[in-house]
């Protein structure tokens, strides 16, 4: 069996002493020696991440971390790496387990956002690319198991402490903003005996990474249907017989961020014999997030096709515009408004992970019981007040070749503000997202002499999850005419990132008070049934799974064969309209389905250094949760449109190939090679279908079950020291290249569908490391082509993030045996985010830059 070396490499010191010196391997080298030691003896193709090597980048977020890995991408919120994407699809085919456990989130859908889990917590990440009958479906991309810290596993030093200020340079500018925030974490390992042992760590993480945003609002493309009273209307602006999209308007928002993450995290371990262990293992996450929000409306009014059911403000004397591939990417219009929206918004979210572990081991047999609890909830609330003015004219560009441009014919932060009386204040939320999954699993093995059948193993999981929504609302006006908001109450405050007029900036509790009194009191909103909704699944799996060895072809095969059987029952609850009016009705919907996944997988161990690998499966990924709520809303005016969940949705469906070549030439060298081909037979995606209710026919748009594609990619990794070459032997190399051809698409929009959310087709990591004696330094670039995302917690919000270039710097000095120093930058070059919409670059989505973020911080152990 291949077994790569782990802790030390051993060399000669003097060919005529003979004399050995053992030479300690730490620090980068031994996080990339280990993280080896698992891809090696592993029987699927899968990627891993010592914890060792999670502390070598600046990974606020474990996401940081896994997106340095093959094939894998991450998107960026708020700037931190948040969800992942691998080998060409999305997060919603991905998997999240921690200790091989599902677990429930924050999330409406069933996504992982990785920031939730303190890096300082996890001793390791394993990204699964291939299938085995005894892991949990779920993981068409991938599966991306979570480990945390074994006590009695661990070798090191009982006390570690870390702490260190944090720098964001995007918000510094902001007023009354300080961007400075820390890291700080403690971690006690207890080994009362050989056969006990205890882990305990704490984390606190306070992010204060502000930034500006430029949002576009999406566009008129239902410009061939009138708006009601305005007959002679069709879109076309030009004249050229073809309408001419417009957009809604535009937005800059001034983000000033306060985001507290603290989690702590429990585990024990006993081993009485070699026969048996009993692990207990508990994880709490709770983040809270502040921000103050500044944010300028641009165009609401007449950015769109129509100026109360005219052509007015296109048409007006004076007026120009610019169409290019039939959208209008810029325009000088008159009569513009410029709405300022103070607002505050909070949010709050709390994971809890529990899970008990016995497994007992005979001569042949061997069983293990797993019992498992998780809770996610999250509560959250966005408050605003608005006022309005209306320059003379206001040109604007937005096309994607150039920074958004907005003037206007006068400095609208020197008109007097005015609240409005109709629907000025806003007060979203409380918003209530509840998960809750509970999980059992029984696991028996037998050891077989059978020749080439080397074990049995065969088991069953069952687990119940329910998530449930609610959402509070309240729109209030000021009295008759409006309230003048005095000038005293603002801040002027010009955004250095995007070509546009000053906006202001304002104390919402101070605002909202004078424009509303008490209206905009939380207290005052009212449920949105159409926003309450509970989706409960029910899972039964069982498999069976061999797996074989022999000497007799290669050095050595080995593998498995398997399959699994899924069944899934849900039920969904939620309110409807069955036509235009106001009424809702409650509804509920069960469905169910079920899946035999077989798989495949052999290993060929060609040398002591070189293996193939093959590997075939069935693999499915359950529906989206909040996509099979039963709601549905309708519009009661022209066009009629509505918006519906999906309880009767299938699961993602695909049959997957894989081979790997993998060289391991050296210790912490490796060159592999590896593709893969997936057949995704059923793809979920958003799309408007014809509905009719009492003889009115809707457009509504739902989350539907359509034909996948096939994908294909190939995937390149190289990391070695520099031993070849002595004046570099302290130097080396962590790259990877993947490649994706993917005809998967998006439901829309329906002439020009996107790419399936998650394709890149070039994605590169190139890591130039340095490790001698105590100092280590790691310079790391990451580059992903353009892909379709999707922007928030709305499945039918896709848009195309831009090109992607990122370079960090990761330096440490061990200042003795006990301390260590270490300073981080993220994204050096200050690589901002761009998406656009609609498969068309000129249509801007969003423009964000989150800047440089610095971290200083010394560790201790002891």
């Given amino acids: 069996m291949l077994l790569l070396s782990t802790a030390h490499a051993a060399e000669p010191q003097s060919s005529t002493t003979g004399v050995i010196e053992e030479i300690e391997v730490t620090g980068i080298r031994e996080s990339l020696r280990d993280a080896l030691s698992v891809k090696m003896n592993s029987d699927l193709v899968v990627d891993a991440i010592s914890s060792e090597d999670i502390g070598q980048l600046p990974d606020v977020t474990i996401a940081e971390s896994i997106n340095r890995l093959p094939g894998i991408n991450a998107t960026r919120d708020r700037g931190n790496d948040s969800q992942a994407v691998v080998r060409g699809l999305g997060a919603r085919l991905v998997l999240g387990t ?107 993480q306070q992010q204060k990474n502000g930034y500006p945003s430029f949002t576009g609002w999406g566009y008129n493309d239902s410009s061939a249907r009138p708006p009601e009273g305005a007959s002679d209307f069709t879109g076309d602006l030009n004249g050229d ?32 014999s070699d026969h048996f262990e009993l692990r207990f293992d508990a994880l709490y996450s709770d983040v809270d997030i502040h921000e103050d929000q500044g944010q300028t409306v641009y165009g609401q009014n007449n950015w769109g096709n129509w100026d109360n059911g005219s052509w007015s403000a296109y048409n007006a004397a004076g007026a120009s515009y610019t169409i290019v591939d039939g959208t209008v990417v810029a325009a000088t219009l008159p009569f513009s408004s ?13 994971l809890s992970v529990t899970g008990l572990n016995g497994r007992w081991t005979g001569d042949r047999w061997s069983v293990a019981g797993d019992i498992s609890y998780s809770k996610a909830e999250r509560e959250n609330i966005w408050a605003a007040v608005r006022t309005e003015v209306y320059p003379d004219w206001m040109t604007w560009d937005t096309r994607g070749s150039r920074l958004p441009t907005i003037t206007t014919s006068v400095d609208p932060t020197s008109l007097t503000q005015y609240a409005p009386d109709y629907r000025g204040g806003s007060v979203d939320g409380p918003e209530h997202l509840n998960d809750e999954l509970t999980a059992g699993a029984l696991d028996f093995s037998r050891t077989l002499d059978n020749g080439l059948l080397s074990s049995l193993h065969f088991g069953a999981r069952l687990s119940s999850r329910s998530k449930k929504h609610d959402r509070m609302e309240n729109y209030p006006g000021t009295v008759a005419g409006g309230v003048e908001i005095p000038a005293e109450l603002f801040r002027v405050y010009r955004v250095k990132s995007v070509n546009l007029p000053p906006v202001l900036l304002g104390d919402y509790d101070e605002i909202a008070r004078l424009a509303y009194g008490s209206a905009l009191n939380p207290s005052n909103a009212r449920e949105n049934l159409s926003q309450r909704w509970k989706v409960k699944e029910d899972v039964t799996e069982g498999y069976f799974k061999f797996n074989f060895q022999t000497q007799a072809i290669a050095q050595r095969m080995s593998g498995n064969i398997g399959v699994r059987l899924v069944d899934v029952q849900t039920t969904s609850d939620g309110f409807q309209q069955a036509t235009g009016a106001s009424s809702l009705a409650a509804v509920t919907v ?9 798989s495949a997988n052999v290993n060929f161990n060609l040398t002591d250094t070189t293996l193939l690998r093959f590997g075939v499966a069935k693999v499915v990924a359950r529906p989206p949760l909040d996509e099979l709520r039963a709601s549905r809303t309708l519009t009661s005016w022209l066009p009629y449109t509505g918006n519906a969940g999906n309880p009767k949705l299938e699961p993602f ?91 998967v698409e998006e439901f829309v929009p329906v002439t020009n569908p996107l790419t399936g959310a998650g394709f890149a087709a070039h994605t590169a990591v190139f890591d130039l490391w340095y490790s001698s004696g105590p100092l280590e330094a790691r310079l790391g670039f990451k580059y992903h082509s353009p892909f379709t995302v999707i922007y928030g917690w709305n499945g039918a919000e896709l848009q195309t993030l831009e090109d992607e270039s ?44 989150y800047g440089r973020r610095y971290l200083l911080d010394v560790t201790m152990k002891f």
């Fill in 590 to 598: 069960e469905h169910d389905y079920n899946d035999l996944l077989p």
């Fill in 241 to 272: 017989g073809v309408p001419d999209a417009t957009p809604w308007g535009a937005q800059v928002s001034v983000n000033a961020i306060d985001q507290d993450r603290r989690g702590v995290s429990l585990g024990t371990q006993w081993r009485p």
């Fill in 806 to 849: 990122v370079l960090d710097l990761s330096t440490s000095y061990q200042l003795s045996s006990g301390i260590q120093l270490r300073f981080q930058v993220n994204n050096l070059t200050d690589e901002p985010l761009r998406m656009y919409r609609d498969n068309q670059r000129n249509r801007i989505g969003r423009y964000d830059e």
């Fill in 653 to 743: 469906k695909a049959t997957q190939f894989d081979a790997s070549y993998e060289w391991y030439f050296r210790d912490e060298a490796l060159l592999g090679f590896s593709a893969y081909y997936k057949d995704v037979s059923s793809y979920i995606g958003w799309r408007q279908d014809p509905q009719t209710y009492q003889g009115i026919t809707y457009a509504v748009a739902n989350p539907v079950n359509g034909k996948g594609g096939s994908i294909t990619g190939a995937e390149i990794t190289f990391q070695t020291p520099f031993f070849f070459w002595s004046a570099l032997e302290n130097f080396g190399v962590y790259s990877n290249y993947a490649y994706v051809d993917s005809d």
């Fill in 98 to 204: 921690i200790n091989g456990r599902e677990v429930a989130s924050s999330e409406p859908d069933r996504n992982v956002r990785w920031e939730i889990y303190p890096s300082e917590v996890v001793s390791g990440v394993k990204v699964y690319k291939t299938q085995s009958a005894d892991l949990i479906a779920g993981g068409v991309a991938a599966t991306i198991d979570i480990a945390t810290l074994q006590p009695l596993d661990y070798h090191g030093e009982e006390f570690v402490i870390r702490g260190g200020p944090v720098y964001y340079d995007a918000g510094a500018d902001i007023p009354d903003y300080d961007p400075w925030g820390y890291r700080a974490s403690g971690s006690f390992v207890y080994k009362a005996s050989e056969t006990f042992g205890l882990v305990v760590g704490l984390t606190a």
């Fill in 338 to 350: 410029v709405t300022t929206v103070v607002s505050d918004y909070d949010e709050s979210k709390e």
